[in-house]
């Protein structure tokens, strides 16, 4: 839950007022944004569009992207048929509402990215720029080779990023498996670097995603944030059963020799845990695409004494069946990937727990609007 | 009969002083009166050019003739700083009929504010002269900038029976299950849609220019509503490394050579400043703080300066950063054939470092950033340790041949700027025959501040100044706001009769439409 600098502090604090205004009938979107190298352009904003999600299975969970509309009303934005804020320039969305007698409204992060094109409309004097968040630098940089130094997910994860001068990730927990899990093989195929930062975040059962703020959170998947936010029919435009959510129950892992107890109860079981199309011998796959889909995770077990956690915790998550769910409503902005809401819709009967897996916006000085993308939580009877 | 109705001619006189012949148009009163084009060299990213007038004899000054319409309302305006203990005695003179519309004297010193008059032109003026003189002392400087004086365009109010206002607001409504709805909104504009049974071709003439220009301008029907506005006073701070001396535990500078680009926070913090560099640094002056790279083992490294503002004394609480603003001034030079001048500068920004601006000149140059939108500005501190931290880098790294020298002159964190001493508003407001605005409040005190006692006029006239309330104080302003507009949709003026078609009288339609959104009333 992204609350920025509202949150209640011994001198005061905005939280609940600016939680009450989300929800009140009536309400005034405001904007700010920033872009590196410019400063502010909130006052030529027209629209932001922004989307983030992750998977609602094992696969790497996507990136972030939005589209910022800015109308150049003071011809500051295009000079000589050029847009003056260009490709890979941070760019930084703060998205919220209008706060009565004040110049300034009540803000929360949103979106933090880089610019991908900038594009200009001469006609209209628009200038459009397509961001993307730093998961898309992520899927850039690629590597590869002896990566000994980095032998837990939080060092890998922590030196990647400091690769791309982006700040360390938050991971909850991080005391525990982030730091203390072992990757095995250390001497990693090449991939990009969020596939190889999803292979460490799998390995020990987390999800990794950027938020609002640009910051990369780790969490892990059988744990969601409780927001406490419940959506009625009052609050609901429309709820869309998507389909059924990617079914996991088992995990493929080679490892070229017999598992021992528990894990086969015959010596030379060739056991698998398997999503990943992989099986040892797929060498064609390999020279095709170089490597196995989803296989960055294997590659870092090496042996039986580093594959429990990594098993274990990365299908328990999903191996109930689960359902995706689509939820439209005025937007919340303090909701974020992995809070959990509770859907208590007596016209459709829909009822329970979902957590956010994905998020998609669109927000103008008279509008701002929210499509959550939810996916059920195990229902035990 | 002046019309109850304004709408300021957008082409009249105003000028900004961006070229000489704006300040040569104006004449002194004597030889003793020196008028130039100059800058403030303290605020001049405010006023990056103004006219700077110096009179060494009390009670002369300069003045410019302005022709006007008779019997009409006229706005007079200006932005003015006084240096010293000088005063300026302003006089709107009629100098068709030789005498004094309205005359005062402004005293408030050492900063930019802001004069503004309504005033009618007496029957038969056709000229008016304004004066800018020297008040007391001699030999001081004052400035005068953004100067206009126009008149109203509306000879003769519209029709009483057809005026019809509109408060029109952009509106989505998403509707809900259950059958209710949310409104998202934008704040309401305005429409003032104006007809004219029967204009004079003089009368029409006047209006037509307001129609040719294309240009938005001020509208007042007399009943425009009020504007409230609330702002906390925030603890306002100007930082420069004055004073610091190495080593320093507090704020501190360090300078570095590196192959790397930008990363952790922690960077670059190799060599600190000596005690004679934060001097070099700390005013904005000819001395500098210089890095060179001179020697061929050190080929490919980039120069740092690393500079980082200790804000702990007056900040501890994030929500207490609402503006920001940097100026550093730096230059840097490449004299191998790679030939990459000028440099990047950056500012730690919530988990990584923020390009602020660079430069391309190896010429002395000055990158300013500024926000006021307190989000923003909170981004660029680290409240855990109350640090500001800029970081300038050579543009270029150091070539094969040819020495890589950065060179920094001056850096300057303004937190808060203003909002200890004052309030800045989100519209222009108009001021009454006093030269206030309706109403400054202390809500915290319960009390109401007095002009130019506990408060100024600012320049922009978008803000009030010289207040010395409380940190942590709410203050109300109530004003009327400066309601700008443009033509909306297309205007008509359809003839009476073609018997005189060089000046026909006419029934005209014309609909503004204001570009101000209307804040919270």
């Known amino acids: ?197 999803h292979g460490a975040t799998l390995g020990i059962g987390y999800i990794h995603f950027f938020d609002g703020s640009g910051d990369m959170q780790c969490l892990r998947r059988d744990a969601s944030v409780e927001s406490g936010e419940v959506f009625r029919d009052s609050d609901i435009i429309g709820l869309r059963h998507v389909r059924m959510a990617e079914f996991v129950n088992q995990k493929s892992v080679d490892l070229n020799d017999a598992a021992p107890v528990p894990w086969s109860g015959t010596a030379g079981d060739s056991l698998r845990w398997g999503q990943a199309t992989y099986t040892k011998h797929d060498k064609q796959s390999q020279a095709l695409y170089g490597v196995s889909a989803d296989y960055e995770s294997e590659e870092m077990v090496s042996g039986w004494d580093n594959i429990f956690p990594y098993v274990r915790d990365s299908i328990l998550w999903l191996k109930y069946p689960r359902h995706i769910y689509e939820l439209r409503c005025a937007a919340h902005p303090y909701l974020d990937i992995m809070d959990k809401v509770r859907i208590d819709s007596d016209i459709q009967n829909i009822h329970g727990q979902m957590t956010v897996i994905g998020i998609d916006e669109y927000i103008s000085a008279s509008s701002y609007s929210q499509t959550l993308t939810l996916i059920t939580h195990r229902e035990l009877f | 009969m002046a019309a109850n ?61 302005v022709t006007v319409t008779a019997a009409i309302e006229h706005v007079v305006e200006f932005d003015y700083k006084i240096t010293a203990t000088q005063e300026i005695d302003w006089i709107i003179y009629d100098q068709s009929n030789a005498g004094n519309i309205a005359s005062g004297t402004l005293d408030q010193t050492a900063d930019w504010y802001g004069f503004y008059r309504r005033v009618t032109t007496p029957a038969g003026c056709t000229t008016i002269r304004l004066y800018l003189r020297a008040g007391t002392a001699t030999g001081e400087t004052f400035f005068i900038d953004n100067i206009g004086c126009s008149g109203n365009l509306i000879l003769e109010d519209a029709e009483s029976a057809n005026y019809s206002r509109a408060f029109p607001r952009q509106a989505n409504l998403h509707n809900m299950q259950r059958g209710n709805a949310v409104e998202d909104s934008s704040p309401p504009r305005m429409v003032f849609p104006l007809t004219w049974e029967y204009l004079t071709n003089a009368q029409f003439s006047e209006l037509v220019k307001f129609i040719r220009s294309n240009k938005e301008a001020y509208f007042d029907d007399g009943n425009l509503p009020n ?15 004055s004073d610091v001396t190495k080593p320093s535990a507090g704020s501190i500078a360090w300078y570095d050579t590196s192959v790397s680009l930008p990363n952790a926070e922690s960077d670059f913090e190799t060599t600190e400043f000596l ?119 050579s543009r270029g790294h150091k070539g094969s041949d040819g020495n890589l020298t950065m060179k920094s002159y001056y850096l300057s964190l303004w937190i808060n700027q203003d909002m200890g001493t004052g309030v800045i508003l989100s519209n222009e407001f108009t001021l009454d025959a006093g030269g206030d ?55 008509t003026d359809r003839w009476w009769g073609t018997a005189t078609p060089t000046t026909p009288p006419r029934n005209v339609s014309l609909t503004l439409q204001t570009l101000n959104a209307l804040t919270e009333l």
């Open chain 1, 1 to 197: 839950m992204e609350t920025g600098n509202l949150l209640q502090t011994s001198g005061g604090g905005r939280w609940e007022a600016f939680k009450k205004n989300t929800n009140r009938a009536r309400r005034d979107p405001v904007i700010s944004v920033m872009v590196e190298n410019y400063g502010s352009v909130s006052a030529l904003v027209k629209t932001v569009s922004l989307k983030r999600m992750i998977q609602d299975s094992l696969h790497e969970p996507m990136h972030g992207s939005a589209t910022v509309v800015l109308e150049d009303t003071d011809g500051t934005l295009i000079k000589n048929g050029r847009s003056v804020i260009r490709r890979n320039d941070k760019v930084k969305v703060w998205t919220g509402f209008g706060r009565s007698g004040y110049r300034h409204g009540d803000l929360v992060p949103r979106f933090t990215g880089i610019v991908q094109e900038p594009t200009i409309n001469s006609a209209t004097r628009e200038v459009t720029l397509a961001l993307q968040d730093y998961g898309y630098l992520m899927k850039q940089a690629q590597t590869s080779g002896d990566y000994s130094a980095y032998n837990t997910p939080k060092l890998l994860l922590d030196e990647l990023l400091s690769r791309l001068n982006l700040g360390a990730a938050t991971w909850q927990n991080d005391s525990g498996l982030p730091t203390t899990y072992e990757i095995g093989n250390t001497t990693l195929s090449r991939r990009n670097y969020w596939k190889i930062a």
């Open chain 2, 5 to 65: 109705f304004l709408l300021l001619d957008p082409q009249g006189y105003y000028v900004e002083f961006e070229d000489s012949y704006e300040t040569s148009a104006w004449t002194g009163e004597d030889g003793t009166v020196a008028i130039t084009l100059d800058q403030d060299a303290v605020n001049n990213e405010d006023h990056p050019s103004c006219m700077k007038i110096i009179s060494t004899t009390d009670g002369k000054g300069g003045y410019i003739d």
């Open chain 2, 227 to 241: 504007f409230v506005e609330l702002q906390a006073v925030y603890p306002e701070n100007q930082y420069t490394f």
């Open chain 2, 437 to 491: 605005v309706v109403e400054v409040k202390n809500m915290t005190d319960d009390n109401v501040l007095t002009l130019n006692t506990e408060y100024v006029i600012g320049d922009g006239r978008n803000n009030l100044k010289g207040m010395s309330e409380d940190a942590g104080d709410l203050i109300k302003v109530t004003y009327s706001p400066r309601i700008s507009v443009v033509s909306s949709g297309s205007a």
């Open chain 2, 275 to 393: 005690t004679a560099d934060y001097t070099a640094i700390t005013a904005d002056d000819s001395s500098s703080v210089d890095t060179s790279i001179t020697t061929s083992s050190n080929v490919k490294k980039y120069v740092y300066h690393k500079l980082q503002f200790d804000i702990s004394g007056a900040y501890v609480a994030i929500n207490d950063i609402q503006r920001i603003k940097f100026k550093y001034v730096g230059e840097c030079d490449d004299a191998s054939g790679n030939d990459v001048d000028g440099v990047v500068v950056y500012v730690w920004h919530s988990n990584n470092w923020l390009r602020i601006g660079e430069t391309t000149s190896k010429d002395k140059t000055t990158v300013d950033y500024i926000t006021d939108e307190p989000v923003q500005a909170q981004d660029f501190v680290d409240i855990d340790d109350q640090t500001v931290t800029v970081l300038v880098r």
